[in-house]
């Protein structure tokens, strides 16, 4: 009886250290200022908006991402990144902008989405690039739903 009992638990434990594994080594699951930080590593400060487009059309070609949208008219509108008062205040300050608008371009991707329970949680990377088209800045936004996201099939395509 004990030899099964011990059997049994070091069964549970080698399933939970995978499910934790597993559940770890999902970059999607890093907090948005380290994902940011990857994604500066791909595309530095600087980069002309064309360079980063090949740089994430190439990395999107190895991943799950959907580049939803580059735009050459309008730059990044913090107020709708979900970011709190403060926080837009912060960054407004820190990019010495005159409105809540980073950039006069923009590049939109959406990477994946993962579960955690009942949530899943959707993850979006803003790139926003100057009147020269240059990088000036990258945001990261984490949005979860109590639902599954129906929507991804519709964006995805």
Sequence with gaps: MKKVMIYI???????????IIVVLSNPLRRTPERIRESMLELT???????EAME???????????????????????????GFGRDEIERVVENMGL?????????????FDRYRSGIIWTSVYAYWAFDENEEL??????????????????????
């Design 55 to 81: 740089v994430l059309e190439k990395a999107r070609a190895n991943e799950n991402w959907k580049i939803v949208e580059s735009n050459r008219q309008v730059g990044v509108d913090v107020s709708n990144l």
């Design 98 to 110: 005159d409105s809540n608008m980073a950039g006069e371009k923009s590049i939109y991707v959406l």
């Design 136 to 157: 000036i800045e990258i945001f990261v936004r984490k949005i979860g739903s109590y639902s599954s996201p129906s929507h991804w099939e519709n964006i995805r395509n």
């Design 44 to 50: 530095p400060i600087g980069i002309s908006i064309d």
């Design 9 to 19: 638990l070091i069964a549970l434990l080698v399933l939970v250290s995978i499910i």
